[in-house]
């Protein structure tokens, strides 16, 4: 079975729709198999989403690791802010694309980038849920490279399960950078990342 963060040419297209409404704004979204989170919006994801419309984020903002768009789409119409997406996978950019368009989303920009390799610019806010299955030696060299493709004063925010290593990558990374916590709910960490 492909996963969300490869391109599968093999695996059979069949798209769904469903909607989520976030601070009473109705998102329409269409997936597809080979994406994450096919059927719903994921309890991170909105955790993420939610906390971060708290912190009141302004000007240019990266979504990585994008899937079919939801993250950066709600981000963009909720806020003043500019949201570059970004994946791999490209049936997701192309679900990204549509799912812009379709909540008539005119401050974002969808492109295929093989982690940061193709981003040229830096960010005042990276906001991700992240793709942990990738393990963690590559998970980490992400978020090694993510603090190059920040602007000064700029904040990563992610989303991390306890059980899937949420405390001992805030451990691993505090030398690196300002961690808080920002928000907890079901074992899911919203967590916030600033240069030190």
Not at 43 to 61: A, D, H, M, R, Y
Not at 69 to 92: E, F, P, Q, Y
Not at 105 to 123: E, P, R
Request: charged share 25%; glycine share 6%; aromatic share 12%.
């Amino acid at each position: 079975m492909g996963h969300y963060f490869i391109n599968d040419e093999n695996l059979v297209s069949n798209i769904q729709e469903f909607s989520v409404s976030i601070q009473n704004c109705l998102f329409r979204f269409k997936t597809d198999n080979g994406v994450f989170s096919k059927r719903e919006l994921d309890f991170g994801s909105k955790l993420l989403i939610e906390t971060v419309l708290k912190e009141n984020i302004q000007g240019e903002v990266l979504d990585f690791g994008c899937g079919y768009g939801a993250i950066g789409i709600i981000i963009s119409k909720l806020t003043n802010c500019w949201v570059d997406m970004i994946d791999l996978n490209k049936r997701a950019l192309h679900l990204a694309n549509l799912n812009s368009v379709a909540n008539k989303c005119l401050k974002t920009n969808v492109f295929y980038s093989d982690s940061f390799s193709l981003v040229k610019k830096k960010y005042d806010v990276i906001i991700s849920n992240p793709p942990i299955r990738i393990g963690k030696v590559k998970l980490y060299n992400i978020f090694r490279d993510a603090k190059n493709f920040l602007k000064e004063n700029g904040v990563i925010y992610l989303v991390i399960r306890k059980e899937q290593g949420a405390k001992s990558f805030m451990k691993d990374f505090s030398k690196l950078y300002k961690i808080e916590v920002l928000n907890k709910s079901k074992g899911f960490y919203i967590i916030s990342l600033k240069c030190c």
